[in-house]
Antibody, heavy 117, light 110 residues
Framework: EVHLVESGGGLVQPGGSLRLSCAAS????????MSWVRQAPGKGLEWVSS????????YYADSVKGRFTISRDNSKNTLYLQMNSLRAEDTAVYFC??????????WGQGTTVTVSS | NFILTQPHSVSESPGKTVTISCTRS????????VQWYQQRPGSAPTTVIY?????PSGVPDRFSGSIDSSSNSASLTISGLKTEDEADYYC?????????FGGGTKLTVL
């Protein structure tokens, strides 16, 4: 069974940094593109970033481009999202999902990021 | 980029059929696959339709998806509504470099 577990969320001050992780199991991680999607409190889903199976190609929403970096370690079956220069509007639950920009298959339960002073 | 527009909310009675629309603002809806995700309160999203009209294993055949090029929209139809279908539903598509979600539709089954 596919299982995705996010971690690394928390409270951070504006301008700060945070790194999210997503531990994957139950499928051949290195064969799948992966993505991050976020949901601000009371709002809808927003695609954030995707990475190809090899990690060679990455894609970002305009709202996070230049501040967030997606990466993966296929030897550890883990997806990452490095978030820098955080803003209040980045406050959200961050979900990882297996799949790229085309189709998202299975989603994790999410980790909460709060940006506040 | 384009925008996917969904109705904010729909409601219907148990046993009935409901259709949720998702209209693409520019570009051909048929050019890129459309997916549909269900999100119950307090839970992560799950996929109910992928590649316009395909159901993942475990999703009942009461759920179906379609594309209408004349209206440049996709639709999710749920027949034989059950109270457990009450949730938020999001359509999703993409272009060459990014994913795009619709704003979501709250389905109330009453």
């Amino acid at each position: 069974e596919v299982h995705l577990v996010e971690s690394g969320g928390g409270l951070v001050q504006p301008g700060g940094s945070l790194r999210l992780s997503c531990a994957a199991s139950g499928f051949t991680f290195s064969s799948y593109a992966m993505s991050w999607v976020r949901q601000a409190p009371g709002k809808g889903l927003e695609w954030v970033s995707s990475i190809t199976s090899s990690g060679v190609n990455t894609y970002y929403a305009d709202s996070v481009k230049g501040r967030f970096t997606i990466s993966r370690d296929n030897s550890k079956n883990t997806l990452y999202l490095q978030m820098n220069s955080l803003r209040a509007e980045d406050t959200a639950v961050y979900f990882c999902a297996n799949g790229g920009i085309v189709v998202l298959d299975v989603w994790g339960q999410g980790t909460t990021v709060t940006v506040s002073s | 980029n384009f925008i996917l527009t969904q109705p904010h909310s729909v409601s219907e009675s148990p046993g009935k059929t409901v259709t949720i629309s998702c209209t693409r603002s520019s570009g051909n809806i048929a050019s890129n696959y459309v997916q549909w995700y269900q999100q119950r309160p307090g839970s992560a999203p799950t996929t109910v339709i992928y590649e316009d009209n395909q159901r993942p294993s475990g999703v009942p055949d009461r759920f179906s998806g379609s594309i209408d090029s004349s209206s440049n929209s996709a639709s999710l139809t749920i027949s034989g509504l059950k109270t457990e279908d009450e949730a938020d539903y999001y359509c999703q598509s993409y272009d060459s470099n990014s994913g795009v979600f619709g704003g979501g539709t709250k389905l109330t089954v009453l």
